[in-house]
């Protein structure tokens, strides 16, 4: 139970989650959809503790979900994220869920602009929407690639994929980028 642990329990808590996947044979801890800057702290170091011990390297995709303002559900900015995380040296920074492509394109161009490390997207398959109780996610492959394209060829975006709604076609079509 994460609630009410501190940052050293929850340390201890990412770093035997990470030694399971590190077991397992993993070969990039993602840390996604992330809202709380000291969850995302505790994790990183969860996971480089676990690391030490084992004398290993894995490199860390460190993604938070924001929203269309560009500030995470505790009202955290991306200035305060990069902020947070860089000195605990993950290898990739970056968005994943919340929206879709077209909506996260403003914050991610802020985070090219300011980041020392790679970036990453991993947007939805466009804004949900509420059809009979049921996510519905509309933007198809094509639209989806086209959207990102720009971030890769032009503005330096180096890590890309999806998230809710976006499917094979989907990273098929961000292939082809």
Request: hydrophobic share 45%.
């Amino acid at each position: 139970n994460l609630i009410g642990a501190d940052f050293n329990e929850l340390a201890d808590i990412f770093e035997e989650q990470a030694k399971g996947l590190y077991d397992g044979g993993v070969d990039l801890y993602l840390i996604e959809t992330s809202q709380d800057l000291l969850e995302v702290r505790a994790a990183i170091v969860g996971i480089r503790r676990m690391l030490k011990k084992e004398g290993a390297f894995r490199p860390i995709q460190v993604q938070i979900t924001i929203d269309s303002n560009g500030r995470m559900l505790l009202g955290s900015g991306i200035e305060s994220f990069l902020g947070a995380v860089i000195a605990l040296n993950p290898s990739v920074v970056g968005f994943n869920c919340g929206m879709g492509p077209l909506e996260m394109l403003p914050t991610i161009e802020k985070l090219l602009k300011i980041s020392p490390i790679p970036v990453s997207a991993l947007p939805n398959a466009g804004m949900p929407r509420n059809i009979d109780g049921k996510a519905v996610y509309s933007m198809e492959p094509q639209k989806f690639a086209e959207a990102l394209l720009p971030l890769v060829t032009e503005s330096g975006l180096e890590v890309v994929g999806g998230c809710c709604g976006t499917t094979a076609a989907h990273i098929a079509a961000l292939h082809t980028l």
